[in-house]
């Protein structure tokens, strides 16, 4: 199972950004996908997820102003992120679990700039 996550960068705050995170090796529509976050000196936290029947669901911090959804034709979850503010700041990190085993993507840093 591989998990590639990429769009982070640099935004100020009240700014957008959308991570993709691009999956292979699995029956992608099968799964469902995940996003964590990790900022310095945290705990990685659960951001949000999209079931295989495309529902979702979202941390309370985020509600409202990111949007998680999938394409099953290029097998990819995005994130879009309005209305960033400096403690949406963190490594974002997709996730699913495969036969019992949780597999991650390699992080993708956002930084949102006061």
């Known amino acids: 199972v591989q998990l590639q996550a990429s769009g982070g960068g640099l935004v100020q705050s009240g700014g957008s950004l959308r991570l993709s995170c691009a999956v292979s090796?699995?029956?992608?529509?099968?799964?469902?996908i995940d996003w964590y976050r990790q900022a310095p000196g945290r705990q990685r936290e659960f951001v949000a997820t999209?079931?295989?029947?495309?529902?979702?669901n979202y941390a309370e911090a985020v509600q409202g102003r990111f949007q998680i959804y999938r394409d099953n034709v290029q097998d990819t979850v995005y994130l879009q992120m309005s209305l960033l503010k400096p403690e949406d700041s963190a490594d974002y990190y997709c996730?699913?679990?495969?036969?019992?085993?949780?597999?991650w993507g390699q992080g993708t840093l956002v930084t949102v700039s006061s």
């Open positions: 996730h699913t679990i495969h036969r019992g085993r949780a597999f």
């Open positions: 090796r699995i029956m992608f529509s099968h799964y469902d």
């Open positions: 999209v079931t295989s029947d495309f529902q979702t």
